[in-house]
């Protein structure tokens, strides 16, 4: 694996791997641990490449909505299962064997739910909107969040813009499961949204027993609310990327102006 795959990786690999703490033993480990697994996504990693030109339209449809929108680049790796994708600068790196699963890809190896909830609701579509949600990342001021909110507004942020770039409703798991709880989560978020533990609210699809990554539902259902009250969508927009989401003052002025809690 080292011979043959990482020490001839591209530079997005060698960050991938410099950020989710993994090398070619880890690799072996992981494909050894979950073979069946490994074996049902094959096919569907070896679908990137026909992807290609409707990521590429997507990005040139996300400058026509954000004309600021400055060039980053993106790779496509083979990851561990560590994550569906994350940035670096103005680099989107992707976990491939993550962003092509679906409903099919045989998950009954893992002892937790985070791929099984993450994949039933995925299509070959997801792609798409994973690179994308990933390549506003690299518009977005995204240093220093401390507070949940914020956080929250970050992640939510890149999926409701990415849901305006490709014309068409999310249904990922915790926006599915967020729409038909959002009476009870609002009530619960407004409680913990000014702390800064993410426990309850992100990043914690193992721990959690009902749907974890709610805090992106949370923040994609704010900046929509913003996005509704803008007179000015073109602004709104603007507005929702160049957020300074670190800055407490701006982060609850964007509450206030959303309308979200009355």
Not at 17 to 37: G, N, Q, R, S, T
Not at 65 to 77: A, Q, S, V
Not at 176 to 194: A, N, P, W
Request: charged share 25%; hydrophobic share 35%; aromatic share 12%.
């Amino acid at each position: 694996m080292k011979h043959m795959y990482t020490d001839k990786g591209t530079p997005g690999l060698k960050k991938y791997m410099e950020v989710m703490d993994f090398d070619a033993a880890k690799l072996v480990a992981c494909i050894h641990k979950y073979p069946k697994f490994w074996a049902s996504i094959r096919p569907n990693t070896l679908q990137i490449k026909e992807k290609i030109p409707a990521i590429e339209a997507a990005v040139e449809d996300f400058r026509k909505l954000y004309p600021e929108l400055r060039n980053g680049k993106m790779y496509f790796t083979i990851a561990a299962t560590r994550s569906a994708g994350t940035v670096m600068d103005s680099t989107n790196l992707l976990g491939t064997e993550v962003v092509t699963g679906n409903k099919s890809t045989d998950v009954s190896e893992f002892k937790d739910n985070r791929l099984s909830n993450f994949f039933k609701n995925q299509g070959s579509d997801n792609i798409l909107w994973i690179a994308i949600h990933e390549y506003i990342h690299t518009q977005q001021k995204t240093d220093g969040n401390n507070i949940l909110l914020g956080q929250c507004l970050t992640e939510g942020a890149a999926d409701f813009v990415a849901e305006k770039v490709l014309k068409s409703t999310l249904t990922n798991s915790y926006i599915v499961y967020g729409r038909s709880h959002e009476d009870t989560l609002k009530v619960q978020f407004k409680k913990e949204m000014m702390g800064e533990s993410y426990d309850n609210w992100m990043y914690n699809w193992s721990r959690t027993k009902t749907m974890g990554d709610l805090g992106y539902f949370m923040g994609y259902t704010i900046c929509k609310s913003y996005y509704q009250h803008a007179k000015d969508k073109k602004k709104a927009i603007k507005d929702i990327i160049t957020l300074d989401y670190s800055n407490q003052a701006a982060i609850l002025k964007f509450l206030e102006d959303s309308k979200y809690y009355n």
